[in-house]
Each structure stands twice: as C-alpha cells, then as structure tokens.
C-alpha cells in the first residue's frame, strides 16, 4: 500500500500574493494533501488577524479538493508531524531568499530528521511579489490587482484606511 504523501505549506500569509497561490495550486497536484499552515507568528505583527488570513485563503484557493486551510502557534515541526506530514513546502522567491530558509530548513531537519523541506520557485511572473511589499505599495495608493486577488485587494485597502 502507497504512503499518503501530505505536504504542509506554512506561512504568515498576510496578505497572500498570487505567488501563493500559484505555489499552492502547484503543490496540490504533486501531494495527495496539502496544508496550508498560517501561522500566528505575532513577532512579524501581521496586519491582518489569524482568522482574516484563513479567510483570505479559503476564498482565494476555492475549488482544490485536497487543499485545507489551518492555522498554527508554536514550533512549525511540531505541527507538521501533528499532521501527519512528512514534508514541508517552503517557496523561493529570489536567491535572497534561499539563505534564510536554507538556515531555517536545516534547523527544522535538526529538530525532526523526518521532515523533509522542499522548495517550490513560483512562476517567474510572481517571482519579485512579496506580501510587505504588497502593503506597503498599497498603502502608497498604488493598484495592486495584478499581485493579489480582488476580495483580498478590497480586504487590504479597508484595513489600510483604518
């Protein structure tokens, strides 16, 4: 019998990008699950609240049949083999990125060898998007339509004003 495979895709998410999504759909059509895992993470003071975000998700990935929205507080580990994971997806932007998640990936492996960490590159159309710079050309008043889906722009634009 063949191992089901779920992958957990973590993240603040805040706001999620297109690069994501495309991330997500991708991975949805190489794993049998895939979580995506929003985490509470209050040292990065995310704009949007854990609830919002989860929202933000569910209405902007509708339609993948194999894809579940969760949030999660505490070591990202722990709550992959909670799971029942075995894999971690972590997305690369640029090559900026990778040191970062490369340290991260390896203390990740020191703490449960079980766990694999794979990166996922998203398509080079959403390879520059990041969620901070997302908020803060936002909140410059720029049209941000092409980097995040339109319930997630109206959402954004609403929380900017307060």
Excluded: W
Excluded at 39 to 62: C, T, Y
Excluded at 86 to 99: A, K
Excluded at 121 to 145: C, H, T
């Amino acid at each position: 019998m063949r191992k089901s495979n779920i992958a957990v895709y973590p993240g603040t998410f805040d706001p999620v990008t297109y690069g994501h999504i495309d991330i997500i759909r991708r991975a949805a059509r190489i794993f049998d699950k895939v979580i995506i895992a929003v985490a509470h993470n209050d040292e990065k003071s995310p704009l949007f609240s854990v609830g919002e975000r989860v929202s933000m998700l569910k209405d902007s990935i509708g339609g993948l049949k194999n894809v579940i929205i969760d949030d999660f507080d505490g070591l990202v580990v722990d709550y992959v083999k909670g799971k029942g994971a075995s894999v971690m997806i972590r997305g690369l932007r640029m090559i900026s990125d990778f040191e970062h998640e490369f340290q991260m990936a390896l203390t990740n492996r020191k703490l449960s060898e079980k766990i694999e960490t794979i990166f996922m590159m998203p398509n080079e159309s959403y390879s520059y998007i990041s969620s901070k710079l997302i908020k803060e050309a936002a909140s410059l008043g720029a049209d941000v339509k092409n980097f995040i889906p339109k319930k997630v722009q109206i959402l954004l634009k609403k929380k900017l004003r307060k």
